[in-house]
């Protein structure tokens, strides 16, 4: 389950949540669906840490498969919580209108694939999220002010406010959203964007990935899929080919 160093792999083989430890402190990097938050502590205890010892929730983007644990660790941890300015908003419990459009273009991928990824979802609450009450927003570039010191990498595209979180001295990035190795609505696996109908703006997403190609990341960590261990100029250009395929 550690994955980098001091970065441990949790959530289940669908979604991913991430813990960074810096000495004893830690930062969580999204938090899973709803239906995760009554384990998070459970599943910290697993790879050895304490609920007390979270000060932070850094989450990539606002939907509801990401910050479904955040509020619990919030209220349980006294940790804050950090997103993006632009989709601070579905964090606090306004659903972005484009899923209303975007679930019926979802369906185009009636496999088998996506049907048991929705099952699971719906059953895990994508649809009940739990608002987050109290929420610090940051902007591009902003090195925060959490264990591990992630700086904020704007990648908008999957959302307006998707963001990557790099660890420099670690060479780790945490892709979110903006490039993944398993695309859940189609079952397909490898370096990629999601399903174009699950982007707010496939074509800003796209552009995002050049953003992704310039960072020294040697280990590249997406919010859905296994980690992609490499130089992340090189799961950029499989992703744009598996687009173009
Ligand atoms: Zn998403
Ligand atoms: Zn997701």
């Given at each position: 389950?550690?994955?980098?160093?001091?970065?441990?792999?949790?959530?289940?083989?669908?979604?991913?949540?991430?813990a960074?430890?810096?000495?004893?402190?830690?930062?969580?990097?999204?938090?899973?669906?709803?239906?995760?938050?009554?384990?998070?502590?459970?599943?910290?205890?697993?790879?050895?840490?304490?609920?007390?010892?979270?000060?932070?929730?850094?989450?990539?983007?606002?939907?509801?498969?990401?910050?479904?644990?955040?509020?619990?660790?919030?209220?349980?941890?006294?940790?804050?919580?950090?997103?993006?300015?632009?989709?601070?908003?579905?964090?606090?419990?306004?659903?972005?209108?484009?899923?209303?459009?975007?679930?019926?273009?979802?369906?185009?991928?009636?496999?088998?694939?996506?049907?048991?990824?929705m099952?699971?979802?719906?059953s895990?609450?994508?649809?009940?999220?739990?608002?987050?009450?109290?929420?610090?927003?940051?902007?591009?570039?902003?090195?925060?002010?959490?264990?591990?010191?992630?700086?904020?990498?704007?990648?908008?595209?999957?959302?307006?406010?998707?963001?990557?979180l790099?660890?420099?001295?670690?060479?780790?990035?945490?892709?979110?959203?903006?490039?993944?190795?398993?695309?859940c609505?189609?079952?397909?696996?490898?370096?990629?964007?999601?399903?174009?109908?699950?982007?707010?703006?496939?074509?800003?997403?796209?552009?995002?990935?050049?953003?992704?190609?310039?960072?020294?990341?040697?280990?590249?960590?997406?919010?859905?899929?296994?980690?992609?261990?490499?130089?992340?100029?090189?799961?950029?250009?499989?992703?744009?080919?598996?687009?173009?395929?």
């Open positions: 389950m550690q994955v980098a160093e001091g970065v441990f792999r949790l959530g289940h083989p669908l979604v991913n949540w991430y960074v430890v810096d000495g004893g402190r830690v930062t969580l990097i999204d938090s899973g669906l709803t239906g995760d938050a009554s384990h998070i502590v459970d599943d910290l205890a697993s790879v050895g840490i304490a609920p007390n010892q979270v000060e932070a929730v850094v989450l990539t983007h606002g939907h509801s498969d990401h910050f479904g644990g955040a509020e619990e660790v919030r209220t349980t941890a006294g940790a804050h919580v950090h997103v993006h300015n632009a989709d601070a908003a579905y964090v606090r419990g306004k659903p972005p209108l484009q899923n209303l459009v975007r679930a019926p273009r979802l369906l185009r991928h009636a496999s088998r694939e996506f049907l048991g990824t099952r699971f979802f719906i895990h609450g994508l649809l009940r999220p739990t608002a987050v009450k109290v929420v610090d927003e940051f902007d591009d570039g902003a090195i925060l002010p959490v264990p591990g010191a992630p700086r904020v990498v704007h990648v908008p595209g999957h959302t307006a406010g998707s963001s990557a790099f660890l420099a001295s670690r060479g780790v990035a945490f892709t979110g959203d903006a490039l993944v190795t398993l695309d609505y189609s079952g397909r696996t490898g370096p990629r964007l999601l399903a174009r109908e699950s982007n707010d703006d496939n074509a800003a997403a796209l552009a995002s990935l050049e953003t992704l190609a310039g960072l020294k990341a040697r280990v590249v960590l997406p919010g859905h899929g296994d980690p992609f261990n490499g130089e992340i100029r090189d799961a950029v250009a499989a992703a744009k080919a598996a687009g173009a395929a």
